[in-house]
Antibody, heavy 120, light 112 residues
Framework: EVQVLESGGGLVQPGGSLRLSCTAS????????MTWIRQAPGKGLEWVSA????????YYADSVKGRFTISRDNSKNTLYLQMNRLRVEDTAIYYCAKDRAVAVAGPDYWGQGTLVVVSS | DIVMTQTPLSSPVTLGQPASISCRSTESLVHNDGNTYLSWLQQRPGQPPRLLIYKISKRFSGVPDRFSGSGAGTDFTLKISRVEAEDVGVYYC?????????FGGGTKVEIK
């Protein structure tokens, strides 16, 4: 059974940093791209970042480019999102999602999400 | 960026009746590889999103056949043939043809 499980969310002050993790199981992790998508409270979905199976290519939304870094450790079946210089508007549930392919074709399995609150 | 526009914003439906959601993109979603990467997601209250349909009309594993997708180019439709109580939630279209990946604003399906 495919599972992805996010962790690392919490309360952080503006300007602070946080690292999210996503542990995957039930599939060959390195064979699939992975994606982070967020949802602000009561709002719609916003794509944040994606990384291909090998980890050699990563993509970012303009709203996080230069502040967030996506990475993966295929030996640990784990995806990361390093978030620096956090802003109040980064407050959201962050979902990790497995892609349908080794390149980015679109997410199929989603985690339950981890809540990030940026507030003073 | 490709902007995805969904209509209606809200769709009150009688149980057992059909529902239809439209999604329009500002650019063609046909990829260089010939595929059209348009997906439909369902988000039930308090739950993460769930993939229903990918590449316009392909039903994902475990998705009931009352859900169907159609369309081409810039215009797409999700249809629920007979709405059931468990179908209540917000539905999103999503394009993965071009970065940045973008979503429609969502359509809330509720029971009349």
């Amino acid at each position: 059974e495919v599972q992805v499980l996010e962790s690392g969310g919490g309360l952080v002050q503006p300007g602070g940093s946080l690292r999210l993790s996503c542990t995957a199981s039930g599939f060959t992790f390195s064979n699939y791209a992975m994606t982070w998508i967020r949802q602000a409270p009561g709002k719609g979905l916003e794509w944040v970042s994606a990384i291909i199976g090998s980890g050699l290519n990563a993509y970012y939304a303009d709203s996080v480019k230069g502040r967030f870094t996506i990475s993966r450790d295929n030996s640990k079946n784990t995806l990361y999102l390093q978030m620096n210089r956090l802003r109040v508007e980064d407050t959201a549930i962050y979902y990790c999602a497995k892609d349908r392919a080794v390149a980015v074709a679109g997410p199929d399995y989603w985690g339950q999400g981890t809540l990030v609150v940026v507030s003073s | 960026d490709i902007v995805m526009t969904q209509t209606p914003l809200s769709s009150p439906v009688t149980l057992g009746q059909p529902a239809s959601i439209s999604c329009r993109s500002t650019e063609s979603l046909v990829h260089n590889d010939g595929n059209t990467y348009l997906s439909w997601l369902q988000q039930r209250p308090g739950q993460p999103p769930r993939l229903l349909i990918y590449k316009i009309s392909k039903r994902f594993s475990g998705v009931p056949d009352r859900f169907s997708g159609s369309g081409a180019g810039t215009d797409f439709t999700l249809k629920i043939s007979r709405v059931e109580a468990e179908d209540v939630g917000v539905y999103y279209c999503m394009q993965t043809t071009q970065f940045p990946l973008t979503f429609g604003g969502g359509t809330k399906v509720e029971i009349k």
